[in-house]
């Protein structure tokens, strides 16, 4: 696993394959593989509680702490395996949005204007796309808070666009800590859909009073 190969560089932080990992066995609760009948859903849900998980949670965790990064090939083959489970899109959902993690800078915008938590926003996501993936794989669009990105390298085989739903949970993610409240995030077009290119369009959403 550990190949040094400069054609297939390792650029992809391995919290995002200790996230993932942590997610999928933490909804994999023995009770609901039990009541589970259809052997589709049970055999990829089983793969959370294994020891083989186990081990990869480990290793990455390893790996988080020397700083080594994850190839796009592994990255790709850890998002693919994932995506046959059934609950996919919520697992990546998830993911995104719990492996944010604002800096105080990008907070103390609470108290100013909307606008500029919208700035905030979207710099920290630029900042942060950048330091997950050692490149820009999302980019910023016209709008309060709009990304963009076309062939995102990790789907592979993914004909309902559910991997498109780690980035959803990143801008959730960020649009939370940096409003400090609710947001909502839509994910409008969708390469795998059909459209050209995939976008996303997060708000704030204000408090009722
Ligand atoms: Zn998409």
């Not at 259809?38 to 083989?52: E, F, H, K, N, V």
């Not at 998002?79 to 604002?102: A, C, I, P, Q």
Request: hydrophobic residues 35%; proline residues 5%; contains cysteine.
């Amino acid at each position: 696993m550990h190949d040094t190969n400069p054609k297939n560089p390792r650029r992809v932080k391995a919290i995002v394959g200790l996230r993932l990992l942590e997610v999928v066995r933490d909804r994999d609760l023995p009770s609901e593989i039990l009541e589970e009948e259809d052997p589709a859903q049970t055999i990829p849900r089983r793969l959370g509680l294994s020891d083989a998980v186990e081990r990869q949670i480990r290793a990455y965790r390893d790996d988080v702490r020397k700083g080594v990064r994850l190839t796009d090939e592994g990255t790709t083959a850890l998002f693919t395996l994932v995506n046959r489970r059934s609950d996919s899109d919520e697992v990546f959902f998830s993911t995104g949005r719990e492996l944010v993690k604002v800096r105080s800078p990008f907070r103390w915008g609470q108290v100013l204007p909307t606008s500029f938590q919208y700035m905030f926003a979207r710099t920290f996501f630029g900042w942060y796309l950048k330091h997950l993936f050692g490149r820009h794989i999302v980019g910023l669009a016209e709008g309060p808070f709009n990304v963009e990105a076309q062939g995102l390298f990790f789907r592979e085989g993914d004909p309902k666009g559910k991997v498109c739903h780690f980035i959803s949970g990143i801008c959730q993610g960020i649009l939370e800590q940096i409003g400090n409240g609710s947001a909502e995030v839509e994910h409008s077009l969708c390469q795998a859909l059909g459209d050209d290119r995939c976008r996303w369009e997060g708000s704030f959403i204000e408090p009722q009073s």
